[in-house]
C-alpha cells in the first residue's frame, strides 16, 4: 500500500488530475446545439430526484426546448414548485410523488407518464443521497437507504425504462453515476459502492442491448461527475464531526447540460469536465496511487480543515424542506471557513 504524507499528497493530487488534460479532447462532452434543442422538443423525459440539484437543473433546461417534464422525488411541493418553473419556461411538468426505493412508486411514475404523454423518450435514474463519516460510525439502517436509493432505485427505473423502450422500439436511459463510479473514496464507503454498481450496471446493460440487435434504438449511459456544488451535501447523512468539504468542486451547471446531452448523444460514460476525466484516466493507469491521493485529500478535507456539526442522518429517511435550489453554496461556506481559519492563524501568531 502507497502511503504518502497528506498535504503534500494533496498537492501532488491535484498536479496528477491536470497532467491528464492531454487525453481529455476525446472525451469532453459537446455543446447542446439549436439542433440539439429542437431534438428536445416534445419528447418525454422521466426524471427521478427533481426537486433540487442536477434534477431540477435538467428539469428546467428541458423545459426551456419545450419538452414534457415528469417530476419525480419526495418532496411533493417542491415538485409543485419545478412544475411552476417549467411551465413557465414553455415546458409541460407532470408531477409524480415517488420514493424510488419503492418500487410500487416507480411503477406508479411509469403508468402516470404513459398516461399522460404515451411514451418515455428518455428516462433519468439521478436521485441520489449520501452518507459521509468512518464505515463502521454510521449506521446500518443509513447504509442500506444509501444502497436502496442510489442502486436499487436505479435498478427498478432501469428495468421499467428499457421494458418499455422495447416495446415501443427507442428510448435512452440516463444514469448519474459519479467520479467514485472509478475512483472510491474514503469516509464514502456505501456511497461509492453504490456508484461503481450504477456503472457496472449500465456496462452490462450496454451489452444485452448490442447483442439483442438494438444498438442505435435504445442506448444507456452513465453520466459521472467530479465533486458538485449542489444540495447533496446539505441532504447527506453526516456522522464525520465536520460541516462536508470537497476539493476543488464544480458548478451544477456543467452537469446539468453534460446530462441533456448525454440524452442527445449517449455513450456509455460519460465523465463529466477535465478533473472527472482526469481521475478517471489516473485510476486505470495507477489505481492505488490515485486511491492514496483521493484518500489523502477527502481526509484533509474533511477532518483536518472542516468546521464542527451535529451527527445527523440527513434526508435518508426523512425529506427536509432545506435544500431545494439547484446549487447548495458549498463553494461559498468553504471560502468563508477558510478564510476564518486563516484569520485565527495570524492572529495566533502562528
Known amino acids: 500500500m502507497t502511503i504518502l504524507p497528506l498535504l503534500p499528497a494533496r498537492k501532488l493530487g491535484h498536479l496528477f488530475l491536470a497532467c491528464c488534460v492531454f487525453l481529455l479532447a476525446g472525451c469532453a462532452t459537446g455543446r447542446i446545439t439549436p439542433d440539439d434543442a429542437q431534438r428536445v422538443a416534445g419528447k418525454t423525459y422521466v426524471i427521478t430526484g427533481a426537486s433540487s440539484g442536477f434534477g431540477r437543473g435538467v428539469a428546467l433546461r428541458l423545459a426551456e426546448m419545450r419538452a414534457n417534464v415528469v417530476l419525480a422525488a419526495r418532496r411533493a411541493e417542491v415538485l409543485q414548485e419545478v412544475a411552476a418553473e417549467a411551465r413557465a419556461k414553455g415546458g409541460v411538468p407532470?408531477?409524480?410523488p415517488t420514493d424510488v426505493a419503492q418500487p410500487g412508486d416507480m411503477?406508479?411514475?411509469a403508468a402516470a407518464t404513459l398516461e399522460r404523454f404515451g411514451r418515455i423518450d428518455v428516462w433519468i435514474n439521478n436521485a441520489g443521497v449520501g452518507a459521509i463519516g468512518h464505515f463502521e460510525d454510521i449506521p446500518l439502517a443509513d447504509h442500506a437507504r444509501v444502497v436502496d436509493v442510489n442502486l436499487n432505485g436505479v435498478i427498478y427505473g432501469s428495468h421499467i425504462a428499457l421494458r418499455q423502450f422495447r416495446r415501443q422500439g427507442h428510448g435512452t436511459l440516463v444514469n448519474i453515476g459519479s467520479v467514485e463510479s472509478e475512483v472510491p473514496l474514503a469516509y464514502h464507503a456505501s456511497y461509492a459502492a453504490t456508484k461503481a454498481a450504477v456503472l457496472g450496471l449500465g456496462r452490462a446493460l450496454s451489452e444485452e442491448i448490442r447483442l439483442s440487435g438494438a444498438a442505435g434504438r435504445i442506448a444507456v449511459s452513465t453520466v459521472m461527475?467530479?465533486?458538485v456544488d449542489t444540495p447533496f451535501f446539505e441532504h447527506a447523512a453526516n456522522y464525520s464531526g465536520g460541516k462536508p468539504r470537497m476539493a476543488?468542486?464544480?458548478?451544477p451547471e456543467k452537469v446539468v447540460d453534460a446530462i441533456v446531452w448525454a440524452s442527445l448523444h449517449p455513450r456509455?460514460?460519460?465523465p463529466v469536465g477535465w478533473k472527472a476525466v482526469?481521475?478517471?484516466?489516473?485510476h486505470r493507469l495507477f489505481p492505488d496511487l490515485t486511491e492514496s491521493l483521493a484518500g489523502n485529500i477527502i481526509h484533509h478535507y474533511q477532518f483536518e480543515t472542516s468546521t464542527p456539526a451535529p451527527r445527523t442522518a440527513g434526508t435518508l429517511h426523512v425529506p427536509m424542506r432545506a435544500g431545494t435550489?439547484?446549487?447548495g453554496g458549498v463553494r461559498q461556506r468553504m471560502a468563508g471557513e477558510d478564510?476564518?481559519?486563516r484569520g485565527e492563524i495570524r492572529s495566533s501568531g502562528k
Do not use: H, K
Open 325 to 327: 435550489g439547484i446549487a
Open 268 to 270: 456509455e460514460e460519460v
Open 225 to 227: 461527475p467530479w465533486a
Open 107 to 109: 411503477e406508479r411514475l
Open 339 to 341: 478564510a476564518q481559519r
Open 94 to 96: 407532470l408531477v409524480v
Open 278 to 282: 482526469g481521475a478517471t484516466v489516473a
Open 248 to 251: 476543488l468542486m464544480d458548478g
